[in-house]
């Protein structure tokens, strides 16, 4: 079976560029979410969705970050305009919502994002 | 503010002995924990999970002990090998979804 696909895996921008990261989840798992990790730091949510819709994204950053899932399986998170700050590794991660709520999530590899 | 507090940022072990990570959280509300692996360049591989309702939860060479009073769980790696190196992250959630992670512990297993 197919892990969580991410990409790109690594990219450079400079800042006020736009970026977009993609994400294909695990086939049949309708519950995805879009994480940020900073350098010694955990992971930390920015949008989760059930199916298409977004039912978590009190931690995404609305005035640059915007995510979208079209027909609840791809998704794209995007960076607009990109700062310094932003520099991280982007994860995605999917769970099938029959395991205890969905708690179990499988990570893809996350992109890496440099802003110089 | 951290929910989930993982106080060692490192731990060094030797081939063969127990590994003992520990992990802390101040949340009452959450009722399910997990242990995830990273390697570097990689997305954290789920390794072991336990319910609120039990204390202990076995996997081959992995084992997590939870304390509920003490807010407190630990992950046991016996017997510990070089593969087990990478950092472990310790993530709780209330009611399922969304997962509050820990900074990790950096895992050195020496031959």
């Known amino acids: 079976e197919a892990g969580v696909v991410q990409s790109p895996r690594y990219k450079i921008i400079e800042k006020k560029q736009p970026v977009a990261f993609w994400c294909n989840p695990i086939s049949g798992h309708n519950t995805l979410y879009w994480y940020r990790q900073n350098l010694g730091q955990g992971p930390e949510l920015l949008i989760r969705y059930e199916n298409e819709e977004a039912v978590d994204d009190s931690q995404l950053p609305k005035d640059r970050f915007s995510a979208e899932r079209l027909k609840g399986v791809d998704s794209t998170l995007k960076i607009q305009p990109a700062e310094l700050g932003d520099s991280a590794v982007y994860l995605c991660a999917s769970s099938s919502s029959g395991t205890h709520g969905g708690a179990e999530q499988f990570f893809g590899p996350g992109t890496r994002l440099t802003v110089l | 503010d951290q929910q989930v507090k993982q106080n060692s940022p490192s731990l060094s072990v030797q081939e063969g002995r127990i590994s003992i990570l520990n992990c802390d959280y101040t949340?009452?509300?959450?009722?399910?924990f997990l242990w995830y692996k990273k390697y570097p360049a990689e997305g954290p591989t789920f390794l072991i999970s336990i319910s609120s309702i039990k204390d202990k939860n076995e996997d081959g060479r992995f084992t997590v002990f939870l304390n509920k009073s003490a807010k407190h769980l630990s992950l046991h790696i016996v017997p510990s090998q070089p593969g087990d190196s990478a950092v472990y992250f310790c993530a709780a959630s209330a009611s399922g979804y969304a997962l509050n992670f820990g900074k990790g512990t950096s895992l050195l297993v020496t031959p």
């Open positions: 949340n009452s509300m959450f009722d399910y």
